[in-house]
């Protein structure tokens, strides 16, 4: 009984929720799309943050975005602003919420939803028949959204 009641909350929620942890269709944006509280109750490990924003498989922010702090990372890209100074100029609620959807601060930007888990186009199967059919898992955990705003807030402007 106790595993069909996790199973129907978690196809309720969009996914499984850890205890604390908000799930991504709970998150409570501000006007301005900035996520006051934290997702998960656990401070973010800057470490592990940069490692997300610089990995292919993760984040890859470097993809888009230029990021002085990890010049070891090749081929950083030119789309989105330059992350330098991000803890500088954006708060760190504000930074959560740009990385867990930043359409809702800025309308229109081609950034993906980190922390979304629906109301996607699902174009896969006009071209490859193998788009997936049941729900989908946000790109990043509530925990790596933490440690990605970690990473980000370390990155003041010198003054």
Not at 39 to 50: E, I
Not at 119 to 140: E, N
Request: proline share 6%.
């Amino acid at each position: 009984m106790k595993l069909a009641s996790l199973t129907l909350a978690a196809a309720l929620t969009g996914g499984v929720a850890l205890a604390g942890e908000v799930a991504p269709k709970e998150v409570a944006f501000t006007e301005d799309g900035a996520i006051e509280a934290s997702l998960t109750g656990t401070p973010g490990d800057a470490a592990n943050g940069a490692m997300i924003v610089g990995e292919k498989s993760k984040g890859n922010c470097v993809a888009c975005h230029q990021v002085s702090a990890l010049a070891d990372v090749p081929f950083q890209g030119e789309v989105g602003p330059s992350l330098d100074g991000a803890g500088s100029r954006w708060s760190e609620a504000e930074l959560r919420g740009l990385v867990a959807n930043a359409k809702k601060t800025f309308d229109g930007t081609v950034m993906p939803a980190f922390y979304k888990v629906d109301g996607f186009i699902r174009p896969g199967d006009a071209y490859t028949g193998k788009a997936p059919a049941g729900p989908l898992s946000p790109i990043l955990s509530a925990q790596e959204i933490e440690d990605v705003v970690a990473f980000l807030m370390t990155l003041k402007d010198e003054s």
